[in-house]
């Protein structure tokens, strides 16, 4: 991928939790970051219909943000005056280890059908620039600027 990994990350974690607040403040009573104690964190008990819809097609993705973390909340809602930071740092653990997974997938996925030079490293999309550099490279121990221009960024 040509984003970095810290920058792919912390735009995660601000996706995520402006997701999660927008979603609360949705379907929640009040608007806030986390649903209050006894509200349900993956959909609305509303009987409006554009809620239940919007619910239904947010919960893929509040299953995946949300669903591993539940013994999490359920272990720090024992407590009923649970300070917010706690969940705050519990999410963003769990989503900083999902981005880093998201990211690593993602330039798997990117790298497949580039053909690489053995000797030098570099990466192209047609073999015939990737069996030049090769030539090249076994031939002059360096790289030539000409070939190694049409390498992958």
Not at 74 to 89: A, C
Not at 103 to 118: E, T
Request: aromatic share 16%.
């Amino acid at each position: 991928m040509n984003i970095s990994r810290t920058k792919f990350v912390i735009l995660f974690l601000i996706s995520a939790f402006a997701f999660l607040f927008i979603s609360n403040a949705l379907y929640g009573s009040s608007v806030r970051l986390f649903p209050q104690h006894g509200e349900p964190w993956f959909g609305t008990e509303s009987q409006a219909e554009w809620k239940i819809v919007v619910s239904t097609i947010l919960l893929p993705i509040k299953i995946v943000l949300i669903g591993p973390m539940l013994p999490f909340i359920n272990f720090l809602r024992q407590e009923p005056d649970t300070p917010p930071p706690f969940f705050v740092i519990g999410f963003a653990f769990y989503w900083t280890i999902l981005a880093l997974i998201i990211h690593y997938i993602l330039g798997k996925i990117k790298q497949r059908g580039l053909f690489v030079c053995p000797e030098c490293g570099f990466k192209y999309k047609e073999k015939e620039w990737a069996d030049k550099c090769e030539a090249w490279c076994k031939e002059h121990h360096s790289c030539n600027l000409e070939i190694t221009s049409h390498a992958e960024k």
